[in-house]
């Protein structure tokens, strides 16, 4: 099975600080997707940000930007300047090129901030 | 647009009850997902539809029954509930295969 791991069940960060989650994938295709996912406590899954498995360059959205290293099949994302509002769970997440878009998801991490 | 809608929002069964979970979205997407979120799990693939008139099982499809007869609605049928598919269920969709999939608000089920 190829699979997506999220090594950090719960982190904390103070208000306007930055933090970084993990998250590490196996895979044996050469083409996929990456995705970091936010859900707070509505439930509702948004889309953070994204990065094409072909891109050597590294994905920001703003305050979030990912660190994609291929060849060890990481790929964490950091929060700049983080806000209350990042309070939520994260989902790292991985499509393959011929899975017809399945996703396959880690277990997640809590993030918590504090003001 | 509304987007990914899923109906209802929260249900609680007997075991061994029947129902059916409708997702409907109006953005004119190809492929449609149906998900379950379990604690500690994370999302898994349920069963997965790439066209109207077309289903594939997805990670964990036993229990499960999936239709998708017009391209805007995928339901997820469930024809005798057990306490295991106790669950957090979200519908999703997609325009192709590889751009990110958008979520509906997830339906609560809890089977006794």
């Known amino acids: 099975a190829q699979t997506v791991t999220q090594s950090q069940p719960e982190m904390s960060v103070q208000e306007a600080e930055t933090v970084t989650l993990s998250c590490t994938y196996d895979?044996?295709?050469?083409?996929?997707?990456l995705f970091w996912y936010k859900q707070p406590p509505s439930r509702q899954m948004i889309l953070v940000i994204r990065?094409?498995?072909?891109?050597?360059q590294n994905a920001t959205e703003n305050r979030f930007s990912v660190n994609f290293q291929k060849a060890a099949k990481s790929f964490s994302l950091k929060i700049s300047d983080s806000q209350l509002g990042d309070a939520a769970m994260y989902f790292c997440?991985?499509?393959?090129?011929?899975?017809?878009?399945?996703?396959?998801f880690g277990q997640g991490t809590i993030l918590t901030v504090h003001p | 647009n509304a987007g990914v809608t899923q109906t209802p929002k929260f249900r609680v069964l007997k075991t061994g009850q029947s129902m059916t979970l409708l997702c409907a979205q109006d953005?004119?997407?190809?492929?449609m997902y149906w998900y379950r979120q379990d604690p500690g799990m994370g999302l898994r693939l349920i069963h997965y539809?790439?066209?109207?008139?077309?289903?594939a099982k997805g990670e964990v499809p036993d229990g499960y029954n999936v239709s998708r007869l017009k391209k805007q609605n995928f339901l997820l049928g469930l024809e005798s509930a057990a306490p295991s598919q106790t669950s957090v269920y979200f519908c999703?969709?997609?325009?192709?295969?590889?751009?990110?999939?958008?979520f509906g608000p997830g339906t609560r089920l809890t089977v006794l």
């Open positions: 999703a969709s997609r325009p192709t295969a590889y751009n990110e999939q958008f």
């Open positions: 895979t044996s295709e050469s083409d996929y997707y």
């Open positions: 990065q094409e498995a072909y891109k050597q």
């Open positions: 997440a991985r499509s393959g090129g011929t899975s017809y878009g399945k996703l396959t």
């Open positions: 953005m004119n997407h190809e492929y």
């Open positions: 539809s790439v066209g109207e008139g077309t289903t």
